[in-house]
């Protein structure tokens, strides 16, 4: 599929205003509790960094892509306000490329991933984003809308596809190791997939938009969800054995053979009653009479 140019002066029925204006504040919304449950636990265990790098070089290449193709409605906004509708859908990609750029600076402040590598990575992401709109600017600047900026667009787009279909593998992997949602928000993942299936909905059957643009985002959201759910079942089973386990008294050191060793070296030895004691075998007797004689 060719990228092509938004054409300008395009009238935008006030029901998509008012559609796009929602996604946008759910975009900042649904991303709270996955700053509060970093901000609360300190710690980034559980949440896979190339995921979330991933998730970053999705957001910056739809922007990307998407100043070259909206250009033109760019132009539009120094003769005045009305290009705000056409722009409403960017500014959602630009908030949500926000969002996700957050998202990686808390990550690589608490452990285990702030190490100097992983604030290396998420410091080139960033500047990658900046490069990448500075040159879709330039380039829209030298030549709006010409072969070679929509083939630069073409670029972005297949690049953000590239980054849709493997985003959430990385952190599916990490989810299943750790068998743990970690700090990993699961209802910031469960709203995220959620609002992706709608749009992807509304591209399949209102937009009827061709398979390249609505699968790549298809295949995202659905392993998003996976993610999510495999939090959900590795969380109620991780409360059900400590609930278990606070029931049953001793019941973690079955569950733990070192505890339960520990257990058994650390119980006083049984003494024996006084009658047995005093009853002693023949020989023991014999020598104890020896003795005295």
């Given at each position: ?13 006030t ?11 759910a ?21 896979s ?18 100043i ?11 003769h ?45 992401t ?32 297949v ?26 928000s ?19 059957f ?11 985002f ?8 996976v ?9 109620c ?6 609930a ?50």
């Amino acid at each position: 599929m060719q990228a092509a140019c938004a054409p300008p002066h395009r009238t935008i029925p006030t029901s998509v205003d008012a559609l796009t204006v929602a996604l946008t504040v759910a975009t900042v919304a649904v991303t709270v509790p996955q700053y509060i449950k970093l901000l609360r636990s300190r710690s980034s265990a559980g949440l896979s960094l190339p995921t979330v790098v991933l998730t970053a070089g999705l957001n910056l290449c739809d922007v990307a892509a998407a100043i070259i193709t909206k250009w033109r409605q760019l132009q539009d906004c120094a003769h005045g306000a009305a290009c705000v509708p056409e722009l409403l859908d960017l500014v959602q990609t630009v908030v949500l490329t926000a969002t996700s750029a957050a998202v990686l600076v808390m990550v690589v402040c608490y452990p285990p991933h702030d190490g100097a590598a992983a604030r290396s990575v998420a410091a080139i992401t960033l500047f990658a984003t900046a490069v990448a709109w500075a040159v879709s600017a330039g380039v829209s600047l030298a030549a709006p809308c010409s072969r070679g900026a929509l083939s630069l667009a073409q670029a972005y787009g297949v690049a953000a596809a590239g980054c849709a279909v493997v985003q959430y593998i990385p952190q599916l992997r990490t989810t299943l190791l750790e068998r743990s949602s970690g700090s990993l928000s699961v209802s910031f993942y469960l709203l995220q997939a959620a609002g992706g299936l709608i749009v992807a909905a509304e591209q399949v059957f209102a937009a009827a938009d061709p398979w390249p643009v609505w699968l790549p985002f298809l295949c995202s959201t659905s392993m998003q969800l996976v993610v999510a759910l495999c939090c959900v079942y590795f969380d109620c089973v991780a409360r059900q054995r400590r609930a278990g386990d606070s029931a049953v008294p001793g019941a973690e050191r079955l569950l733990d053979p070192a505890r339960a060793a520990a257990a058994r070296d650390s119980q006083p030895a049984e003494v024996a009653p006084a009658g047995e004691l005093h009853a002693e075998s023949p020989v023991r007797q014999g020598r104890v009479g020896d003795a005295v004689t």
